[in-house]
């Protein structure tokens, strides 16, 4: 399989997403900049930083000129994976700790003459989760929790999300990585999480309002459309539908999970087809903002019953079940269980991140007797910092003994959107639909004999859907000799001392390892008759790109009436290139290019690899002169 962030691939307890507010042991803030220093930028400002642990620095600006107190918050505490236990400081960064939620930070800002509130921290890679604390007593703020003005991430409108209702809005800040940092994780989260460099490889996000199963309107589904989306497509876009924890809504895939980001870097990529995303928010059961306002039954069905017809009607998605995802974080994660028991043939792929399913042995039996012959995938996973794999690890147990695809992974995080990010990723990247139909190599058969060291170039037919890559990576089976090798572009060298008697070389999908294709190769021990090679070059120098044609021939050493006729190919190396030319009637012609050789003189090596009448000789060498 693929490398996944935060391996071992077994690397999820349902609680609330949102935080808790405790103050961490106080830092002396930063003090304020010099009247000399250059304007403030609002925002998030990141830039590398030799002097930082981590090797960047992010100074945040929030202008507020009526404002008494501001502090930045944020999941921004460490947690150190051989404690699990002790919260840093961010200043304390060192490898093995991770920006997690569970204690929100808190660190107060410095207001300068013109309004402006600053604050420096150093950060590790990847989206972080942050926001601002405001007392602002002309809005009647007191601790007012607010997303960053400066934030380009979209919002739904108005104070209808569930986050603002319930001050508990969440922003997020992109931080590349560092080489000093020296982690994988975080490298491969920078890779994943961070805006994709070209704008023109960037999907978009949109608030839809619409009106929920119960018939209340005001509430909005996010739908992020994947770069270049094309509402005519012949074949519609895979869609997943993500729903939050307990006092989360539907920003919170979009904006601290990072699902945009993610996926805009897996598609450029080629790692998945170019995907729809639907994230929709779950407390509309009334004014409550405590557990009362989340009903589990209500969730699965306004989404099965009210969304997707909404979406499929208005978006090119499919509308099959090998087409759909559903995937949720903490108490959406324990929602997906309602999900698939109650409407088991609507999606074949499920997410169960930091929150697991409640399913009895009647229910899987169920389960399996809707989906049938079907496919079904499953993925349950959590941060180091939740717990152990069992739970997730027995629900992907029950699931397989049933026949179906489970996996388990954890990743380096606390309960909080950071996690779910890590969690997706995976669960996409892996799990998720590849668009890799097949892949084929040709030829598909060859046949050689053993005592040369021989070099045959193999091509591989990947069939995928648009926008999903073709590469493949080569391997050789059944060799006995280390010498025996394929490169990276599918050139299998076959080592004179092979005594394996046949080969296999196979092509398999970057993308999806799951597809891969195979050709055979047959190795026999040529004949005892003799042959002679000939060869000759004309003209017998050129200037430099030009053109040396070699007509080589092939015949029997003794030749008789009844003889057979030499067959087999030749092996034709020339400035260190190695054609490989079948022989026709015992005779071939090559061209040997000259095009980016420097003048002097080169030899060129003539092998033929002997078929079951006739041995091979040896190797003819000769000398042909560029100018």
Do not use: C
Not at 2 to 29: D, E, F, N, Y
Not at 242 to 264: K, Q, R, S, W, Y
Not at 353 to 374: E, R
Not at 573 to 601: C, K, R, Y
């Amino acid at each position: 399989m693929r490398t996944v962030i935060g391996r071992p691939r077994l690397w999820r307890t349902a609680s609330m997403l949102a935080v808790m507010s405790l103050a961490v042991g106080a830092v002396a803030p930063t003090p304020a900049a010099a009247a000399s220093a250059p304007a403030m930028v609002e925002g998030a400002t990141v830039r590398a930083d030799g002097q930082s642990p981590t090797g960047y620095t992010v100074t945040f600006v929030y202008r507020n000129p009526d404002a008494t107190q501001v502090r930045l918050a944020g999941d921004l505490t460490l947690l150190d994976v051989n404690t699990g236990t002790t919260r840093y400081q961010p200043e304390e960064w060192r490898p093995g700790r991770y920006h997690a939620g569970g204690t929100e930070f808190l660190r107060d800002m410095t207001r300068d003459a013109q309004g402006y509130w600053s604050v420096s921290l150093p950060l590790h890679a990847g989206g972080l989760s942050y926001w601002y604390r405001v007392w602002d007593p002309t809005r009647g703020w007191a601790n007012k929790r607010i997303w960053d003005p400066a934030s380009s991430n979209p919002r739904p409108p108005g104070e209808s999300s569930f986050r603002v209702r319930n001050n508990d809005v969440l922003d997020a800040v992109y931080v590349p990585y560092a080489e000093k940092q020296n982690d994988p994780v975080l490298r491969e989260r920078a890779a994943y999480e961070l805006p994709v460099a070209d704008p023109a490889q960037r999907g978009t996000v949109q608030y839809v309002p619409y009106t929920t199963i119960l018939g209340d309107s005001g509430h909005y589904l996010g739908v992020y459309l994947p770069a270049n989306y094309d509402p005519d497509r012949a074949e519609p876009y895979k869609v997943a539908y993500l729903a939050h924890g307990i006092f989360g809504d539907e920003t919170d895939f979009m904006v601290p999970a990072n699902v945009p980001n993610i996926l805009d870097n897996m598609t450029a990529r080629g790692e998945i087809e170019p995907t729809v995303v639907v994230t929709m928010g779950n407390h509309f059961t009334g004014t409550s903002l405590g557990f009362a306002s989340y009903n589990q039954t209500n969730a699965a069905n306004n989404l099965v019953q009210t969304i997707l017809p909404l979406i499929e009607a208005n978006y090119n998605v499919s509308t099959e079940r090998s087409g759909r995802a559903y995937a949720g974080f903490s108490y959406g994660g324990m929602t997906g269980g309602v999900v698939i028991r109650n409407y088991p043939s609507t999606f074949e792929f499920y997410g169960h991140f930091s929150g697991n399913p409640s399913l009895t042995t009647q229910d899987y039996d169920t389960i399996a007797a809707a989906v049938g012959d079907d496919d079904l995938v499953v993925f349950l996973g959590n941060g180091v910092f939740e717990g152990n794999l069992n739970a997730q690890n027995a629900i992907a147990n029950n699931f397989r003994a049933r026949g179906f695809t489970a996996e388990t992974a954890q990743v380096p995080g606390a309960h909080d959107g950071m996690t779910a990010g890590q969690l997706f990723t995976i669960f996409a990247r892996d799990h998720l639909w590849s668009g890799v139909d097949s892949v084929s190599v040709a030829p598909a058969n060859v046949a050689l004999t053993t005592g040369w060291n021989w070099v045959r170039r193999f091509s591989a037919q990947v069939n995928t859907n648009e926008g999903v890559s073709p590469a493949v990576t080569w391997s050789v089976e059944g060799a006995t000799s280390a010498d025996t090798t394929v490169s990276a572009d599918g050139v299998l060298s076959v080592a004179a001392g092979e005594t394996a008697s046949s080969l296999t070389v196979v092509a398999t999908s970057v993308v999806d390892p799951t597809k891969t294709g195979s050709a055979q190769v047959t190795l026999t021990r040529p004949g005892s008759a003799g042959v002679v090679v000939k060869a000759q070059a004309a003209p017998a120098s050129v200037v430099r790109g030009g053109t040396f044609e070699l007509r080589v021939d092939v015949r029997a050493q003794h030749q008789h009436q009844k003889a057979a006729e030499v067959t087999g190919e030749i092996a034709v190396t020339f400035a260190g290139t190695t054609q490989v030319v079948p022989l026709i009637h015992g005779a071939a012609v090559v061209d040997l290019a000259t095009g980016g050789l420097s003048a002097g003189t080169y030899p060129v090596h003539v092998a033929y690899s002997g078929d079951p009448t006739y041995a091979p000789t040896a190797a003819l060498h000769q000398r042909l002169r560029v100018r």
